[in-house]
Nanobody, 122 residues
Framework: QVQLVESGGGLVQAGGSLRLSCAAS????????MGWFRQAPGKERDFVAY????????SYADSVQGRFTISRDNAKNTVYLQMNSLKPEDTAVYYC???????????????WGQGTQVTVSS
């Protein structure tokens, strides 16, 4: 059974940092695109970041570009999201995502984690 398990969420003040981790189990994702989405209260789930299977290519939502960094460690089957200069509008449940290929979509994924709450206070 494939599982994506996020960790690292929490409460932080504006301007602070958090690092999210997503550990995959049940299969290896070393040849798959992976990424992060987020869903704020009352809003749809939005794309945040993507990383290619080899970690070379990345893509970010405009709202987080320059503040967030996605990375991965294929030996650990884990993807990370370093979030700096956090703003109250970054408050959301953050979901790890994986695709069944090397390609990604900004509107859907094949595998989802259960989500981790990030709350940024002003």
């Amino acid at each position: 059974q494939v599982q994506l398990v996020e960790s690292g969420g929490g409460l932080v003040q504006a301007g602070g940092s958090l690092r999210l981790s997503c550990a995959a189990s049940g299969r290896t994702f070393s040849r798959n695109a992976m990424g992060w989405f987020r869903q704020a209260p009352g809003k749809e789930r939005d794309f945040v970041a993507y990383i290619s299977w080899d970690g070379i290519a990345t893509s970010y939502a405009d709202s987080v570009q320059g503040r967030f960094t996605i990375s991965r460690d294929n030996a650990k089957n884990t993807v990370y999201l370093q979030m700096n200069s956090l703003k109250p509008e970054d408050t959301a449940v953050y979901y790890c995502a994986a695709w069944m290929s090397t390609y990604y979509r900004t509107d859907s994924a094949n595998y989802w984690g259960q989500g981790t709450q990030v709350t940024v206070s002003s």
